[in-house]
T-cell receptor, first 115, second 114 residues
Framework: QQQVKQSPQSLIVQKGGISIINCAYENTAFDYFPWYQQFPGKGPALLIAIRPDVSEKKEGRFTISFNKSAKQFSLHIMDSQPGDSATYFCAASSSSGGSNYKLTFGKGTLLTVNP | GAVVSQHPSRVICKSGTSVKIECRSLDFQATTMFWYRQFPKKSLMLMATSNEGSKATYEQGVEKDKFLINHASLTLSTLTVTSAHPEDSSFYIC??????????FGPGTRLLVL
């Protein structure tokens, strides 16, 4: 069964701190791992994505770490700001089997950054 | 770039009526469009996948006669909720994939069925 398990369910961080959200997957056919940020009442916005041939990708304050052997990937938000307060979803998709790159989502993490 | 719009942003309708939601890719042609449903404080649930000119592929448990999807062009897909009932009230979100694996999401449509 295709699953992506995300933790923690919620996270409270002080301004300037590091936020870390973890995801684990089961399907070894997954070969694309994006992170989405969603504010209340809005659609998800793509933050950053990684493919399994890379162990880390950084874009500004956002970094994805990827461990292929453990089938785990994580999002690190450096210098967290109150404006980062949102729900974060990890996801995974496969390019094989005519899947149309359907995304399998984690359950989400509600991040609150206190000023 | 990669902007996806949805219309309307919110709609209120009476039970038994049908509602159409449009999803447009504004600055790219979408090979594939997806429709999701999201309940409060929950993750996105994929309802169906559509390719232009082809019949939509529905996920298990999604009634295709209830949720009609038409992917009329490479920039437009519509979701029609037929004979809507209060339990259909939800946040409906579309996404579009130009090519490769990246999906870009629309802003969502809040449906309230009275």
């Amino acid at each position: 069964q295709q699953q992506v398990k995300q933790s923690p369910q919620s996270l409270i961080v002080q301004k300037g701190g590091i936020s870390i959200i973890n995801c684990a997957y089961e399907n070894t056919a997954f070969d694309y791992f994006p992170w989405y940020q969603q504010f209340p009442g809005k659609g998800p916005a793509l933050l950053i994505a990684i493919r399994p041939d890379v162990s880390e990708k950084k874009e500004g304050r956002f970094t994805i770490s990827f461990n292929k052997s453990a089938k785990q990937f994580s999002l690190h938000i450096m210098d967290s700001q109150p404006g980062d307060s949102a729900t974060y979803f990890c996801a995974a998709s496969s390019s094989s089997g005519g899947s149309n790159y359907k995304l399998t989502f984690g359950k989400g993490t509600l991040l609150t950054v206190n000023p | 770039g990669a902007v996806v719009s949805q219309h309307p942003s919110r709609v209120i309708c009476k039970s038994g009526t049908s509602v159409k939601i449009e999803c447009r890719s504004l600055d790219f042609q979408a090979t594939t469009m997806f429709w999701y449903r999201q309940f409060p404080k929950k993750s996105l649930m994929l309802m169906a996948t559509s390719n232009e000119g082809s019949k939509a592929t529905y996920e298990q448990g999604v009634e295709k006669d209830k949720f009609l999807i038409n992917h009329a062009s490479l920039t437009l897909s519509t979701l029609t909720v037929t004979s809507a009932h209060p339990e259909d009230s939800s946040f409906y979100i579309c996404s579009a994939r130009p090519d490769g694996e990246t999906q870009y999401f629309g802003p969502g449509t809040r449906l309230l069925v009275l």
